[in-house]
């Protein structure tokens, strides 16, 4: 299969095809299958810094999490609260909202690509 594109269009697809990460010709072949499918084209789900803004965020609460664990661990066996509980419990928190924050945009952007 053949496409002729104009020198605007063919920039146009490559950078959309640079976007989401994939070869002009792989990128054309899905947007025509998606278009014929009428699903939405490759890559307009969630854009990958926003997936490697989630990433991060998950990686980030496990981490927290795992130290949180650990501070009440030694509550417990200690009876002790170290110093480390409310700064822990303060970051789990601030880092929940935005997970949330980052939810709420992937939703926004997910039901905005599918209009």
Known sequence: MQLWLSDE?????AGRAREARMAVGA?????LLAALREAPPPGSLVPHDVLV??????EQV???GNNYNQAVTKLHV????????LPYGREMAR??????????SVS???HGARR
């Open 108 to 110: 926004a952007h997910i």
């Open 27 to 31: 990128f054309a072949a899905e947007c």
């Open 62 to 64: 496990r981490r927290i």
């Open 78 to 85: 200690t009876g002790q609260r170290t110093d480390d509980l």
């Open 9 to 13: 269009e063919l920039a146009e697809v």
């Open 95 to 104: 880092t929940f909202r935005r997970l949330e924050e980052l939810a709420e």
């Open 53 to 58: 803004a989630l990433n991060r965020a998950v």
